[in-house]
């Protein structure tokens, strides 16, 4: 179990934010604080800023960094406030933020979450437990076009009209409870073969109902262009995504951050004023080497993007 906790892509993230010791950091997804620890590790007179949306999270970090408190200030909010932390810290730039995107292990391991296809639990999937949306409600309230859409943009779920139409038949006889009635309205929708395959059947949309609970893709644009006017010249952003559409977003906000001018090619003169933020460090983006794959599956799927506020 230890093993799945280790953090992904340490040393290019390390050389990613070129740390200066007396720098001002800030990880945006603390989680069990394993790029934190390292961060701070290499701080004299510089500060860590971590943020997590989890409780939990906020706990663990607390008594990972313990010899390092001093240098430390943990914020438990969503890191699409970032803006209004920065501001509330009174931090007027930070040389080097982290963003490690998506669920933790620990988040998917504890029963009690409600994240996993794997344990028998009530259907939650917060990160915030504080949220008012949680999968119970998307699952049993939600209408089953959405259902569809959201299994089959999040999910790349090819079977989604399917289980879209089994989750709604099953919601008019009493809600669905708990993930593994979930699984088994999942299975039910899906043809033999697409059971017999490698992957949990389940897994694509759990994925899905999980980005759709928390909202994870619409706080990347704003929660990116808060980075880069949060960050000092020369400070670097790096960001870490999981799957496609999540990398999609990274990559194209960056662009756009780094594009100046955007009037027609035919005006004579700009009238637009935009000037590039950020220069793209990594055109495509850094992924782990072989050892690290060996040592922990997450890291597959891992990519890293970078960019360097101008
Ligand atoms: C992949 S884990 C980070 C692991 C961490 N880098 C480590 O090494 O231990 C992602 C963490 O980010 C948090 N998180 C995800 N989206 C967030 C958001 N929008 N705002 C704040 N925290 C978020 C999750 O609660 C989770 O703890």
């Known amino acids: 179990m230890e093993l799945s906790h280790k953090p992904v892509l340490l040393e290019e993230c390390l050389e990613a ?22 961060i701070v590790k290499r701080l004299t ?35 699409s406030h970032l803006g209004e932390i920065l501001q509330e810290l009174q931090v007027d730039g930070v040389d080097g933020m982290l963003f490690d995107l998506g669920v933790s292990s620990p988040q998917l391991d504890d029963p009690a979450r409600g994240f996993s296809y794997m344990h028998d639990a009530p259907l939650d999937m917060r990160m915030d437990e504080r949220a008012p949306l949680s999968a119970r409600d998307v699952v049993n309230d939600w209408p089953q076009e959405e259902l569809r859409r959201i299994l089959y943009e999040y999910g790349e779920e090819r079977y989604a009209p399917a289980i879209a139409r089994a989750i709604c038949r099953r919601r008019e006889e009493r809600p669905v409870e708990t993930t593994f009635e979930l699984v088994d309205i999942i299975k039910s929708a899906m043809p033999a073969a697409a059971l017999r395959e490698k992957q949990h059947p389940a897994k694509r949309s759990f994925q899905a109902i999980r980005i759709a ?29 999981f799957h496609s559409l999540e990398d999609r977003i990274v990559k194209k906000t960056m662009q756009e951050l780094s594009r100046g001018c955007i009037c027609p090619p035919e005006f004579p003169v ?14 495509k983006p850094i992924v782990s080497q072989e050892a690290e794959l060996e040592d922990n599956p997450r890291a597959r799927s891992a990519k890293l993007r970078v960019a360097e506020r101008i």
Do not use: W
């Open 213 to 241: 609970v928390n909202g994870e893709l619409d706080v990347l644009p704003p929660m990116l262009e808060a980075a880069a006017d949060g960050l000092r010249p020369g400070g670097r952003l790096a960001v870490i995504s």
């Open 17 to 38: 934010l070129a740390i200066r010791p007396e720098g001002t950091y800030l990880d945006g997804t603390l989680g069990r604080a394993g790029h934190s620890l390292e």
């Open 270 to 283: 700009c009238v637009c004023g935009r000037k590039p933020k950020v220069k793209l460090i990594t055109r």
């Open 45 to 79: 007179t510089g500060r860590l800023i971590g943020i997590d949306q989890d409780a939990a999270a906020i706990e663990a970090a607390q008594v990972r960094l313990t010899d390092y408190m001093d240098k430390v200030t943990l914020v438990r909010s969503n890191f």
